[in-house]
């Protein structure tokens, strides 16, 4: 819309270092669309300086710049065109309310755009988190050929966030606008405690600063209502006059960090895919099914059987079982001191891992371990549960799957790379779908995709695109402002 600052000079640098396509090319559109502004708002005082939007733009790494005129973007004028309607679910809430007819018109210019540019990928700042399910919902429902990218709200030093509509404010008035952040702020931290927050308190604070409140709502983050108890994270969305400019903020209310759960057959590439996308992402990788091959390495070196309980119950009490990460990033397992990481990939374990798992005693001793883990959130965690049994809340639950075939081929390379001997792959096959049948059949956390589950096949996928693939997944489900800094 023009007026850029320092918050779009970080959205154009974040999409110039992102690696969408080859060659790459960043275009920064500006266009003060009059179909935004309703009759009480003031469309020719919007701020435009397009020698100045251009400078910036081009010092924050922009390949061109596109301003066209209204007759470019709308030939003939906008009666020779289509105009959309924006869906009523989202777009009569929040800001909607008081604007109607606005994301009508944001959304029939940005289709506009889409159509005459015809981008690979669609930057936005997450600021104005309801345009972005807007365009988001539009994207989706149209089948338009662009992938969204949020970028995290920008803030100046004082926590404010960037707006056009700043540049409006005196030094007073930007002192009191200053309170919205810092009041949305403490409400976080609270959440972040655990503890609540009123929000009929914080509005009367506001006023007492000589702020007047438009709204001021926890909201379910997607759909935009007001929110229940059991969502995984809430929205806290406000608009302000402050004096006679009108500004909007947010904050996502989490009390953990987000959980990815990825479940899946044995060897559908759980451990390579979740340890990449846990770095990536700067989440904790969480190996349970190196666990319970920990705890069935220890039961073949005692020479335990595993039908006797008593005995199998006295090795848990005492067992010391650590999961510590390297300074290169690779996950050694550590059983009563010893590491086994190497060891607990060997057949004769692999061969008796899913009937030990199978035990009650031990899943039960294991599962509590996992989810003190987890506890704080920040993990990626696989196994062949986690979705459906151990982490069940996980903001992400991807099941990874692939054909017999493909593990089978996968499973012959990862013996040969450790150094075992490496049977025919009609073996393979046959004790994969041993394997299948026995997890899925077992009476405690059988394996079985959870209901809410993104289910994806990775046959002829390579690592990369696996990992790309559960990022775009989770993008949907996570904010940017939510990702972990890795």
């Known amino acids: 819309m023009g007026g850029l600052h320092y918050g779009h000079g970080e959205l154009i640098k974040f999409a110039k270092g ?10 920064v559109s500006i266009f003060v669309n009059p179909l935004q502004f309703n009759p009480t708002e003031d469309f020719k005082n919007y701020p435009r300086n397009l020698e100045e939007d251009c400078k910036l733009a081009k010092a924050s790494g922009a390949d061109a710049i596109w301003a066209p005129s209204f007759n470019d973007v709308f030939n003939g004028g906008i009666d020779s065109h289509f105009q959309l309607l924006a869906p009523a679910q989202l777009s009569k809430e929040l800001c909607g309310a008081s604007r109607p007819g606005h994301f ?32 988001r919902q539009l994207i989706k429902d149209l089948q338009l050929p662009v992938e969204l990218i949020g970028v995290p709200t920008i803030r100046d030093k004082d926590g404010l966030a960037y707006s056009s509509r700043n540049q409006y404010l005196n030094s007073a008035e930007k002192k009191k606008a200053l309170e919205l952040p810092k009041i949305l702020e403490k409400a976080a931290f609270a959440t972040s405690l655990g503890q609540g927050f009123d929000t009929a308190s914080m509005k009367s604070e506001l006023r007492k600063k000589g ?19 059991k969502e995984k994270f809430t929205l806290l969305a406000a608009a302000i ?88 990033g690779e ?12 060891s607990i990939r060997s057949p004769k374990v692999t061969q008796q891992v899913s ?10 001793t294991l599962t509590a371990q ?3 883990i987890g506890k704080d959130g920040g993990i990626v965690a696989e196994g062949r549960d986690i979705g459906s049994s151990v982490f069940p809340n996980a903001e992400l639950k991807v099941f990874l799957t692939a054909s017999i075939n493909e593990r089978a081929n996968r499973r012959a390379i990862d013996l040969k ?8 792959l009609s073996s393979l096959k046959r004790q994969i779908k041993e394997r299948d049948d026995l997890d899925a059949s077992r009476e405690i956390s059988p394996l079985v995709q959870a209901k809410d589950a993104e289910i994806l096949m990775t046959d002829g996928m390579c690592i990369e695109e696996v990992v790309e693939s559960i990022s775009r997944m989770f993008r949907l489900k996570v904010p940017e402002e939510l990702w972990p800094t890795p």
């Not at 992102?18 to 275009?27: C, E, G, I, N």
Request: with cysteine.
């Open 331 to 342: 996950q050694k397992v550590l059983i009563n001191n010893e590491d086994v990481t190497s």
């Open 241 to 328: 006059l402050c004096g006679e400019t009108r500004l909007i903020d947010h904050r996502f209310l989490m009390n953990r960090k987000p959980i990815v759960a990825i479940d899946g057959p044995a060897g559908s590439g759980k451990s390579t895919v979740t340890k990449k996308f846990a770095e990536k992402l700067g989440l904790l990788y969480l190996d349970t099914g190196a666990m319970y091959r920990a705890v069935t390495w220890l039961i073949q070196k005692n020479r335990i059987d595993i039908k006797d309980r008593e005995a199998l119950i006295k090795m848990l009490e005492s067992i010391d079982l650590k999961l510590q990460q390297t300074p290169k």
């Open 417 to 424: 790379r450790q150094g075992f001997k490496v049977p025919d």
């Open 370 to 372: 996992q989810r003190l």
């Open 355 to 364: 009937e030990v798992a199978a035990l009650s005693d031990i899943r039960n």
């Open 18 to 27: 992102q690696k969408v396509s080859a060659p790459s090319t960043v275009l």
């Open 104 to 135: 009508d018109g944001v959304v029939t210019v940005i289709l506009r755009l889409i159509h005459l540019v015809k981008p690979n990928c669609l930057f936005l700042g997450e600021k104005d988190w309801q345009q972005y399910l807007i365009i």
């Open 211 to 229: 702020l007047i409140v438009e709204y001021l709502e926890v909201v379910d983050p997607f759909l935009l209502k007001p929110s229940r108890k």
